[in-house]
């Protein structure tokens, strides 16, 4: 099984910063990483696809980076609507494995 | 507009079984690969089961092997998982997810299924 591991686990940040997430596969994955917000009692939502692809209705403001095993999720500036907690998953291989989240909390 | 309602989470004692269903609507139900995520409480998001569109590829997480069945009916735009021989360590809370292109790009808000005795 292909291991997903995100640093950090939890951030502090103010709006307007610029927050960064990292995401690192045991073994590569080529660039079938996508990216997910998730919010307590919300559906989850996919954010990033294909490692740098926006999904369709998602802010310019969220990025994507990375190939084989390391990967970044960028937000530009943070927005009030973007405390959440993030988790990348990796789509190369069966089972597919997600990391264990970055909760974005208000500093 | 694309939506996910899962259906027949609740209480249940260990070793008891539980059908959860998610009624899709919004799209091409029967062109579609579906799955099934949880997330137990706490914890980070866990892939379940994945089911090709016409049922048969079936995929499961080692945990669920022998004990789930993923299954769908695409006359009605609904996906199925029967639990059986059901664990502590199975309360979650169960979402029904699209997966399009090695993506889960539509999820449902979920059901929660807690086994307790």
């Known amino acids: 099984d292909i291991q997903m591991t995100q640093s950090p686990s939890s951030l502090s940040a103010s709006v307007g910063d610029r927050v960064t997430i990292t995401c690192r596969a045991s073994q590569s994955t080529s660039s079938y990483l996508n990216w997910y917000q998730w919010k307590p009692g919300k559906a989850p939502k996919l954010l990033i696809y294909g490692a740098s692809s926006l999904q369709s209705g998602v802010p310019s403001r969220f990025s994507g980076s990375g190939s084989g095993t390391d990967f970044t999720l960028t937000i530009s500036s943070l927005q009030p609507e973007d405390f959440a907690t993030y988790y990348c998953q990796q789509s190369y291989s069966i089972p597919w494995t997600f990391g264990q989240g970055t909760k974005v909390e208000i500093k | 507009e694309v939506q996910l309602v899962e259906s027949g989470g609740g209480l249940v004692q260990p070793g008891g079984s539980l059908r959860l269903s998610c009624a899709a609507s919004?799209?091409?139900?029967?062109?579609?690969?579906m799955g099934w995520v949880r997330q137990a409480p706490g914890k980070g998001l866990e892939w379940v089961a994945n089911?090709?569109?016409?049922?048969?590829?079936?995929y499961y997480v080692d945990s669920a092997k022998g004990r789930f069945t993923i299954s769908r009916d695409n006359a009605k735009s609904l996906l199925f998982l029967q639990m059986n021989s059901l664990r502590a360590e199975d309360t979650a809370v169960y979402y029904c997810?699209?997966?399009?292109?090695?993506?889960?790009?539509?999820w449902g808000q979920g059901t929660m299924v807690t086994v307790s005795s």
């Open positions: 997810a699209r997966h399009a292109y090695f993506v889960f790009d539509f």
């Open positions: 919004g799209f091409t139900f029967s062109s579609s690969w």
């Open positions: 089911i090709k569109q016409d049922g048969k590829e079936k």
